[in-house]
């Protein structure tokens, strides 16, 4: 039984070998590199000239800057408005305090004639 097992062993992998290698044209089989890129170099045999930039591409980057700029412009007024309306509510508050003070003082010299 050794001397079979012996040969049957290689002729198996003989025969498994050589059915790797075999050609088949069915529809069902796996695709392969080769006629994978077919088709793509079927659709690129028409093409003629060299490549250039897209004019639409580099207005898109023109917007996106311009985008950003007034973004950063926005975000600088925003942060003077919140600084002005700091400065106001201080002015304010300022402003009610002397008035109070003014208040209070007038108060105490009609009660220091009476």
């Not at 012996?6 to 002729?11: G, N, R, S, T």
């Not at 003989?14 to 659709?43: I, T, W």
């Not at 311009?66 to 400065?87: D, K, L, V, Y």
């Amino acid at each position: 039984m050794k001397p079979f097992t012996a040969l049957a062993l290689p002729l198996a992998a003989a025969a498994l070998a050589l059915a790797g290698c075999a050609k088949s044209d069915k529809a069902g089989d796996a695709a392969s590199a080769d006629n994978v890129e077919m088709p793509a170099e079927e659709a690129m045999s028409g093409a003629t000239g060299t490549p250039s930039a897209d004019p639409g591409a580099l207005a898109s980057e023109a917007a996106d800057q311009a985008a950003s700029a007034a973004n950063q412009a926005g975000t600088a007024a925003g942060t003077a408005a919140s600084a002005a309306g700091a400065a106001a509510k201080e002015t304010v508050k300022a402003a009610g305090d002397a008035a109070k003070k003014g208040v209070d003082a007038a108060t105490s010299a009609a009660e220091k004639k009476m």
